[in-house]
């Protein structure tokens, strides 16, 4: 917060007022006026702080990522002029986006003094019925020597109007406060200042398409989504509100989307691996046939765009040869079917011969 400055003037031999240090005046706290016969100052009131923060681990930042199922805190911290008490209007409001459903059970309302910290009497303030606004007595803080007002708050996901991608689900908070006030200490000017905070989450879109003929489009393919490929293999996966695992089906288009999937920041990705849980079918000869399932989990990225732009999977049909690396096991596993096939022909002339 900003400190009153300290005003120096001389009299004149005329009896006028001259302010000699009215260029080091902060403009946002005082106003300089002249007539005929006296420099006059007027004090504004100091610029109060609000700043509005989400918890991420262990620590309040300006943003977080969350999952569909994640419920996150809040806190908003907002200073306390020392005029606090010649104020009419200290308020609080709190403007929270459709994303997120507010918890009001949990509402906290604190403040700091000099040398501690306590719950703000349910006297000092008034919360709106709903949202979050708190119209502060700015008598009743002055008398109570509070220097910052402290909110806490947890809200939940809705992904039924949560904002996917961009910048997230923008929290905005406000705070409206006296800022001049007349000879006579009436409120002649109110002012705002104002913070925000970030809840990200995206999602994945997958189209799924034939290996070598893209433009064939594979619906009836599952997914399941991990945080990290050791989850994927050992099939820990995202959950979704019932503690079920995620898992979406391709449709007609090859298309599926996984939403509610938390990511770092704006500028950053972050990593998942996709599983498939079942491949795709086909008709051939009148017989439903499967394309080769995927062996192994596949790195995907989740930011703030990748819900625009779908990610291309390719299904295989018929024997699925090892990947580079494994010719030693291919060359083993062809050789095998023909000593196969060499023990049943060999079976079969030995029955004819009996």
Do not use: C
């Not at 005046?25 to 504004?44: E, G, I, Q, W």
């Not at 699925?320 to 023909?338: K, Q, R, Y």
């Amino acid at each position: 917060n900003k400190q009153l400055a300290t005003l120096v003037w001389k009299v004149n031999n005329d009896g006028t007022i001259t302010i000699e240090n009215e260029s080091s005046l902060d403009s946002d706290l005082f106003t300089v006026t002249k007539d005929a016969n006296v420099t006059k100052v007027t004090y504004k009131n100091e610029k109060p702080e609000v700043e509005k923060k989400v918890k991420n681990g262990g620590e309040y930042l300006d943003m977080v990522g969350a999952f569909l199922t994640d419920t996150v805190e809040f806190k908003v911290t907002a200073g306390i002029p020392m005029q606090i008490a010649d104020m009419k209007t200290y308020k609080i409001t709190d403007n929270i986006p459709q994303g997120l459903t507010l918890n009001r059970e949990s509402i906290k309302i604190e403040a700091t003094t000099a040398d501690s910290s306590e719950t703000v009497p349910t006297d000092v303030y008034t919360l709106s019925q709903t949202g979050l606004e708190v119209t502060f007595n700015p008598q009743k803080l002055a008398e109570n020597n509070y220097t910052a007002i402290i909110i806490t708050y947890t809200a939940k996901l809705n992904m039924e109007e949560a904002v996917i991608g961009g910048d997230g689900n923008v929290n905005t908070v406000t705070l409206e406060y006296t800022n001049k006030v007349a000879e006579n200490g009436d409120e002649e000017e109110t002012t705002t200042t104002t913070d925000t905070a970030q809840v990200h989450t995206g999602a994945l879109s997958i189209e799924k398409v034939e290996k070598g003929n893209v433009e064939t489009k594979l619906a009836g393919a599952k997914f399941k989504i991990a945080t990290t490929e050791q989850n994927a293999k050992d099939g820990i996966f995202v959950k979704d509100e019932t503690g079920a695992d995620i898992e979406v089906e391709t449709n007609d288009q090859g298309q599926a989307v996984i939403e509610g999937l938390k990511y770092a920041d704006n500028e950053a990705d972050t990593s998942y691996w996709l599983v498939e849980t079942q491949a795709p079918s086909y008709i051939e000869d009148g017989v439903t046939k499967y394309y080769n399932l995927l062996k192994d989990p596949v790195e995907v990225q989740v930011g703030k765009t990748t819900h625009e732009s779908a990610v291309q999977i390719e299904n295989g049909k018929g024997f699925d040869l090892p990947a580079t690396g494994s010719i030693g096991l291919a060359i083993f596993t062809v050789v095998g079917i023909a000593v196969m096939a060499g023990a049943v022909v060999l079976n079969k002339k030995q029955k004819v011969q009996e």
